[in-house]
């Protein structure tokens, strides 16, 4: 489940638009091979599978008519993006989603949970339309991201886990975005930004605000 997750983690910087795969990535990755016993050969192999299958899938998805039923208990990744981003105005998995993923795949609810619950990216309850991860790693600490989260908490008028009364924000602290060398780092949905200042993180929630009154 570890090597599986860390292959995913790097498959997901490798491939993931606007963010960006850095040098303390790379070394933790190889860290962690060294922990788990494998050749980092290999990881980089399975990493680069995942990455190639996903953006395989993404392409064939697009571009056909192809059932839910087709699908197999290794979609299960996808099919959680796939819920969740069915609409532009919602960004979770509902219950009902949640139980035509179990039928699908046939695996259990709590299965499907357990997966489910091991990805922050994901979610099942209403989110706001901008979800704004701090990242907690130890570098982010170090480069003021509780400032960030500071700043943030009192401009919004909400703690973590929370979301704004209109429905705009929802703030969210997360273990680690994959870029120590630009921190502090923050995610507004799949877009990082880094090297964060308050006055940009100001800048952003100015520009999310004008967005959507635009």
């Known amino acids: 489940m570890l090597t599986d997750h860390i292959c995913t983690s790097f498959a997901y910087h490798t491939f993931t638009p606007g963010v960006s795969l850095s040098a ?3 070394v933790n990755f ?3 091979s060294k922990i788990l016993k494998l050749n980092v050969t290999i990881l980089l192999f399975a990493a680069e599978v995942i990455r190639h299958t996903i953006h395989q ?3 064939y998805m697009d571009n056909t008519n192809v059932s839910l039923v087709e699908l197999h208990r ?3 990744l996808y099919l959680f993006h796939s819920m969740q981003n069915r609409e532009i105005t ?3 998995i509902t219950a009902n989603e949640r139980k035509e993923i179990t039928q699908t795949l046939g695996l259990s609810i709590a299965e ?3 997966v489910l619950s091991f990805y922050h990216l994901f ?6 339309r901008y979800v704004l991860r701090i990242c907690d790693s130890l570098s982010c600490r170090i480069g003021n991201s509780l400032d960030v989260y500071g700043f943030i908490s009192k401009e919004l008028g909400i703690k973590r886990g929370e979301t704004t009364k209109d429905g705009l924000f929802t703030l969210e602290i997360v273990n680690c975005l994959g870029s120590c060398d630009t921190a502090p780092n923050m995610m507004i949905n799949d877009k990082l930004y880094s090297n964060l200042t308050l006055d940009e993180v100001d800048a952003l929630i100015i520009s999310c605000r004008k967005e959507e009154t635009a």
């Open 24 to 26: 303390d990535t790379i």
């Open 112 to 114: 499907v949970d357990g």
């Open 90 to 92: 919602k960004n979770y």
């Open 57 to 59: 899938k993404e392409f």
């Open 30 to 32: 190889i860290n962690y």
């Open 74 to 76: 290794d979609d299960i």
């Open 123 to 128: 979610s099942t309850s209403p989110r706001g």
